[in-house]
C-alpha cells in the first residue's frame, strides 16, 4: 500500500515537472494528479496545447511613472494614481507575457499543497498502524492454535 502511494505521489511529481516544462502551471497539475491520477492527467497534458512554444507579448501603453500596463484610453494610472498632462501620452511598450498570465495566489497554492500533505501524512499513518494490528492479529491467531494443537 505504502509503495503504491509512494509511487502515486512520485509520478504526480514529474506531471507537475512535464507541466511546469510545457508552459501550464505545475502545481495545479500536480494537484490534479494527485486527485485524480497521475496516469489521466498525463493523458490530458499530452494532448494540451504547448504554451511553452507560445511567445506571446503584450502591445499596449505604460505609465512613465511605475511602468505598468494602463488602457490607452485611460487618463489616470490605475496602480499609481499618475494623471497625464495635458499633450502627454502614454508609453507604448511591447513586452513578454507569461504563459499564465498574471502570477498566482501562491499563498492559495501553500494551503492546497499543506491539504494534500497532511492527507498523505494520514494515509500513511492509518496503513502503518493498520498493517501492525493485523499483524498481531495474526500473530495472536497462529499462538492460539499452536496452544489448541498441544497436547494437555
Same mark, same amino acid.
Given at each position: 500500500m505504502i509503495?503504491? @502511494?509512494f509511487l502515486w505521489l512520485? @509520478?504526480?511529481i514529474a506531471i507537475g515537472i512535464w507541466a511546469k516544462n510545457r508552459g501550464r502551471d505545475g502545481a495545479a497539475w500536480f494537484l490534479l494528479s494527485i486527485l485524480v491520477s497521475p496516469l489521466i492527467a498525463g493523458i490530458f497534458l499530452a494532448v494540451s496545447k504547448n504554451l511553452a512554444t507560445e511567445h506571446a507579448t503584450f502591445t499596449g501603453a505604460?505609465?512613465? =511613472?511605475?511602468? =505598468?500596463?494602463v488602457q490607452a484610453a485611460a #487618463?489616470?494610472? #490605475? &496602480?499609481?494614481g &499618475?494623471? @497625464?498632462?495635458d499633450g502627454e501620452t502614454w508609453k507604448t511598450v511591447e513586452r513578454p507575457m507569461s504563459a499564465l498570465g498574471k502570477a498566482k495566489?501562491? #499563498?492559495?497554492?501553500r494551503?492546497?499543497?499543506?491539504?494534500?500533505?497532511v492527507f498523505f501524512l494520514i494515509v500513511i499513518? @492509518?496503513?502503518?498502524?493498520?498493517r501492525n494490528s493485523t499483524d498481531e492479529a495474526e500473530v495472536n491467531t497462529e499462538r492460539a492454535e499452536l496452544l489448541d494443537a498441544m497436547p494437555q
Open positions: 509503495e503504491f @502511494l512520485l @509520478l504526480a505604460s505609465c512613465p =511613472e511605475c511602468a =505598468e500596463p #487618463k489616470v494610472c #490605475k &496602480h499609481c &499618475h494623471r @497625464l498632462a495566489n501562491s #499563498k492559495a497554492y494551503t492546497a499543497f499543506n491539504i494534500v500533505g499513518a @492509518l496503513s502503518v498502524l493498520t
